[in-house]
């Protein structure tokens, strides 16, 4: 990539205080706006010229969007409470400590530090293609060039690709998957919610963005419900090097175990396609199984059905299929302890 000498481009900078007052510019600006939370994402694609919004709409000075707060039904974290927090607070260390363990294992301290959740399960594809500018399908060109022959797509999608193949690479979504999350949003229309998994979507739904965000929303809250609060937990990251780095995979599961039976299970996996996946074919298997190396085995099977490696990411297979395993038969040995 080329060395870029240029400074960052310029645009108007709002600091709005209120949810209210944000959602307002982002109306009023639409695609010219850009949202941004602890600049993590933001200012790659700023600094490197890529993406030049007019408008730059900062939330750092709006309060109601900070902190995590217990509900009468689990708990409520702000869209700007940063990663940092999310894995110190003691309620989700004690009751929902799978999100706790996916978000200590992003990036580095500094990152977590600045990063906050609503960035990390909004940012955008790492496929650096794409990040450097390249006119792909998801930049709005007609052309894919991670997926040629020759192309470096190493860390790229092996499920439900269409035309682009890049993967969604936040650690934090497959564990609010699998705790039953909701996220809340504030839209031109008031405030709307929807299930963790339906938050993110696939090349075919929209090809240039990784959310169902609109460009006049906002994402203010995640709200995890008490139903899986306590039961195990198991998330497994692999990455190239064991700090700073993005997820070639993940997988994040809750599960209840009454006698020696599955009872109830949600599990997803992120690395492998442009969207989180929930594998309910997996949970719908495994339901009433014992959690064993047995059932394990059946359930990496399943997980893996259906997948299309690209040039030099087969690897990707037999990982997920091994990370799916362990977490249903190796649940024990590795249940998280705070
Ligand atoms: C070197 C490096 C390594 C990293 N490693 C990992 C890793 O291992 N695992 C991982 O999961 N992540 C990783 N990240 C990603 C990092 O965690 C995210 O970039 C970060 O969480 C984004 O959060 P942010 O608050 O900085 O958001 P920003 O960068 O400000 O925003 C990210 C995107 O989300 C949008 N956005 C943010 N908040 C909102 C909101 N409330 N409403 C609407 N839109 C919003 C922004 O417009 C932007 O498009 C890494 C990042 C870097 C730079
Ligand atoms: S994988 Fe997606 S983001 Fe990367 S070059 Fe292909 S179309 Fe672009």
Known sequence: MAVIRDVMPAFELFQPSTVTDAQKILEQYGRDAWVLAGGMDSFDWLKDRIKKPKVVVDLSGVEELKGIRTTSDGIEIGAMTTLSEVVSNPTIREKYGLLAQAAELVASPQIRNQGTIGGNVSQDARCWYYRAGWPCYRAGGNICFADTPTARNREHAILQADRCVAVNPSDS??????????????????????????????????????????????????????????????????????VWDFPLLNVAS?????????????????????????????????????????????????????????????????????????????????????
């Open 173 to 242: 979504a497959p564990a609010l998957i699998a705790l039953d999350a909701k996220f809340v949003m504030r839209t031109s229309k008031g405030e709307r919610t929807v299930d963790a998994e339906d938050y993110f979507i696939g090349p075919d739904i929209d090809i240039t963005r990784l959310h169902i965000l609109r460009p006049e929303d906002l994402l203010t809250a995640i709200r995890i419900p008490s139903t899986w609060a306590g039961t195990q937990f198991y998330f497994e990251k692999v990455r190239d090097r064991n």
């Open 254 to 338: 809750a599960m209840a175990v009454s006698g020696d039976r599955i009872a109830r299970i949600r599990m997803a996996v992120n690395g492998a396609a442009a969207r989180p996946l929930r594998l309910r074919a997996v949970e719908d298997a495994v339901r009433g199984k014992p959690p064993n190396a047995a059932t394990g085995a059946i359930a990496g099977k399943l997980a893996v059905q259906g997948a299309v490696p690209l040039q030099f990411n087969a690897y990707k297979i037999p990982l997920m299929r091994n990370l799916v395993k362990r977490a249903i038969g190796g649940v024990e040995e590795a249940k998280w302890a705070s």
